[in-house]
């Protein structure tokens, strides 16, 4: 008896069978062979679908009388042609239509993923052969090692002094530093300097401004006339981390968030036009990356790690030493690995009473102040002098403005 189940799995089978077969229909190879077409790939998907209804042997069977058909196939029309991706089809398409039975809605999805890959041919030999370089091929491996095999066997939990180091974490940062350097590679080959950096910064600072900053003195080492759109790009990522300072504080302490907010309006305008100044200069100043440009160095990830875990370290030793003087130095060395994270710290402190208002908000001036030379000094170190000076300077007249609003516009109550 067939039931409604049933019914939708053949005709998901029918479906994709059709939808496979079409895409190859209309593709010949090198030679000029016909692929195997329609008929061939529907016949196919219901055969897979029919098999499966039978058993697992009958489907072991049909895979691989399939198999020799396609290598028979093969051989026939040119043994010397490498190029199995028509063999592959075709088997990919028994298997889905064997599983259109069970689960018909991942089956067709599939199949949709599968007709995209075959109809984008030439642009996918085209990014393999030409547009990746064994550089950024040896880089892009290296990242999604330390991202998808370390990663995941570190311990996931507070080891050292007051438990303030987390391998997993702080390997994430190696990460980072590493996926931010290689955003802004990947952008300038597609954007360009001018506003491929910028957009990569945004972005990437509302996971870590810091790590971004950092990111983008790599990119600067290897072309050295990205300095301007490097800067801007450093100046959107703080602008991004400072924007995500408005949510966190309003869900800790509104008080203090109204009360800092001509502060932080005026940081946030300071930044969004320094950005937007280094996007209006610096055009053609770099040409886009080469084949051979590095995308990151990993021993420059490392060692923004490293400093992260020793500001980590202290942070944690003065909290223990010194009760609420050291909650506040906490939330201020934690400003140096990033600064919402620090104002969050504050806000805590004003919701429980232990601050009042006006001192919160020369806790976040503060807290603003250690990000600015943190952020000046991790410039300064991945990325030169000229970088890390104007990172400086831009952040430290952001922070001047805050400052002015503060006193111009004190709190209330």
């Known amino acids: 008896m067939l039931d409604e189940a049933t019914i939708t799995g053949y005709l998901s089978a029918l479906g994709l069978g059709l939808l496979i077969g079409v895409v190859r229909e209309r593709q010949r190879d090198h030679h000029g062979h016909a692929p195997a077409g329609m008929r061939t ?68 999805a599939l199949a949709v993923l599968v ?33 998808l095999l370390v990663l995941p066997l570190l311990p996931n939990e507070a080891i050292g002094p007051g438990g303030a180091l ?11 530093v590493m996926a931010v350097s290689a955003l802004g590679h990947v952008a300038l080959r597609v954007v360009g300097a001018a506003r491929g950096l910028a957009l990569a910064g945004f972005f990437a600072g509302f996971v870590s401004s810091t790590a971004a900053i950092a990111g983008f003195g790599q990119r600067l080492r290897e072309a050295p006339g990205l300095l301007r759109p490097s800067v801007a790009a450093a100046m959107f990522a703080a602008l991004a981390s400072l924007l995500l300072m408005f949510p966190v504080l309003a869900t800790v302490s509104a008080s203090l968030l109204k009360a800092a907010m001509p502060m932080l309006v005026a940081f946030a305008l300071v930044l969004a036009a320094g950005g937007s100044l280094g996007l209006r200069g610096g055009r053609g100043e770099e ?62 402190l004003v919701a429980q009473g232990l601050l009042e208002v006006p001192q919160g908000q020369r806790a976040l001036l503060a807290v603003l102040a250690a990000s600015v030379i943190a952020r000046g000094i991790v ?16 952040l430290a007249i952001a922070w001047t403005a805050a400052l002015l609003a503060t006193v111009a516009w004190p709190w209330p109550g």
Not at 99 to 107: H, I, N, R, T, V
Not at 115 to 138: F, Y
């Open 379 to 394: 410039a300064w170190v991945t990325g030169g002098p000229a970088y890390g000076g104007r990172v400086a300077l831009g």
């Open 41 to 108: 790939h529907t016949l196919a998907a219901l055969g897979g679908a029919v098999a499966w209804s039978l058993g697992m042997p009958v489907l072991l069977v049909l895979l691989a009388a399939v198999g020799l058909l396609t290598y028979g196939s093969y051989r026939l029309n040119d043994a010397s042609d490498p190029g199995q991706t028509g063999e592959m089809a075709l088997l990919v398409t028994v298997l889905l239509g064997a599983l259109a039975l069970g689960s018909p809605g991942l089956a067709a």
């Open 115 to 147: 007709a995209m890959l075959l109809r984008a041919r030439v642009a996918l030999h085209r990014l393999g052969r030409e547009l990746i370089s064994e550089a950024e091929m040896r880089d892009g491996l290296l990242l999604l090692a330390a991202a």
């Open 287 to 348: 040409p886009a990356p080469t084949q051979a440009s590095r995308m990151f160095r990993f021993s420059h990830a490392l060692y923004f790690a490293a400093f992260m875990a020793g500001v980590l370290l202290l942070s944690a030793v003065l909290g223990a030493r010194f009760g609420e003087a050291g909650a506040l130095a906490t939330a201020f060395f934690a400003a140096i690995a990033e600064v919402h994270a620090a104002a969050a710290s504050v806000g805590q």
């Open 166 to 176: 987390n391998p997993q974490k702080l390997w994430r940062l190696v990460v980072l």
